[in-house]
């Protein structure tokens, strides 16, 4: 397994990382992605860090705390050898504390994870999402007081417009308050906006991707084609709603790219589009979840080996898109290019 620093941070994480928002999975969405005991979560754990894979990612929303009780469970005993990273901010419940990024909903989300997690301390805090009603001089003063009690080792954001983290980061450097070195972000070969803006930023102020959703949802598992419906095992027939859109007629295009490449190289559809991800500027770590052992082995299968630089290539063409404004002009027009040549 490849380790790589995360972001600006002294911090090494491996290049693969588990999402464990199948443990205790229960509701529409986190139901339907999955239901691992501790048992199995256990197992999983095991395999993964026979493989390398050492840190465990989930939120307080998944299940309603369940999948950090699982994945608390499934670390028992070795916490010194995982990196734990939990999230917190979405609503946990109806009351007006139960969401945003308050002090006092910090405070209490950190504490409550702390004790799901059945540890003293989560190596990475992040928010799941900005809240525009609180002051970032309030969240990040928190979150200082948070670091400075030993509860939290590194903090991060997941979800954050470009504006939101500059006034976060701007704000952390005016009062001398620790930066946020993550930002946890949807990039997928069907779901490249990560690199119009955020992507640029990340370069500049030293912030690590870390990856959800890699599989653009499931929608690049392998058993999705053109002219083929979603098979009846596939969670999109429940979850498709939740996740980001993808055109469908663009979904093809990709994955008649990967099927080319996957021909070539012998591996799966999936591991080719975790290995073009870990190939992207500022990637620090791909979340990959599974459901099985047989699921997650193969998904284990992106680490090891490289695409070749005309394959990379024949990836990038077939999921570009046309850029938003203001950025389809540095794309298109020779001029704008030379003054703000692309980082990918």
């Not at 969401?99 to 799941?128: E, K």
Request: proline residues 6%; glycine residues 12%; aromatic residues 8%.
């Amino acid at each position: 397994m490849e380790y790589r620093r995360l972001g600006a941070s002294g911090l090494q994480v491996p290049a693969l990382s588990f999402g464990a928002g199948t443990f205790g999975g229960s509701g529409p969405l986190f139901g339907a992605w999955g239901s691992t005991g501790a048992r199995e979560a256990r197992r999983l754990v095991d395999i993964c860090l026979d493989a390398g894979v050492s840190m465990f990612d989930t939120a307080d929303v998944y299940s309603d705390g369940a999948s950090e009780e699982v994945l608390g469970q499934a670390v028992k005993g070795r916490r010194d050898r995982v990196l734990l990273s939990t999230k917190t901010s979405l609503p946990t419940g109806d009351g007006p504390g139960d969401a945003g990024s308050s002090r006092s909903r910090l405070i209490r989300a950190c504490d409550a994870a702390l004790r799901r997690l059945g540890t003293d301390h989560i190596d990475l805090f992040q928010l799941h999402a900005f809240d525009a009603g609180t002051p970032v001089e309030e969240v990040l003063s928190t979150l200082d007081g948070l670091v400075r009690a030993g509860k939290v080792r590194y903090l991060g954001v997941s979800n954050f417009a470009g504006w939101q983290i500059m006034k976060s980061l701007a704000a952390a450097d005016r009062h001398g308050y620790p930066r946020y070195v993550a930002h946890q972000v949807y990039y997928s070969l069907v779901g490249r906006d990560y690199e119009w803006d955020l992507l640029p930023l990340a370069l500049d102020q030293g912030l690590g991707a870390v990856v959800w959703s890699p599989l653009g949802w499931g929608r690049l598992t392998g058993r999705i084609r053109r002219g083929t419906p979603p098979p009846a095992g596939s969670r999109l027939h429940e979850t498709a709603g939740f996740g980001p859109p993808v055109d469908d007629e663009h979904l093809y295009t990709v994955v008649d790219a990967l099927d080319e490449v996957a021909a070539e190289t012998g591996r799966a559809v999936p591991q080719i589009a975790i290995n073009w991800l870990l190939h992207r500027p500022t990637v620090a770590s791909v979340v990959v979840g599974a459901r099985d052992e047989t699921q997650l082995r193969q998904n284990l299968g992106a680490v090891g080996w490289s695409l070749t630089p005309e394959q990379l290539a024949r990836l990038d063409a077939a999921s570009a898109r046309t850029a938003p404004y203001p950025h389809f002009p540095y794309q298109r027009q020779e001029a704008f290019a030379r003054l703000n040549p692309p980082p990918v």
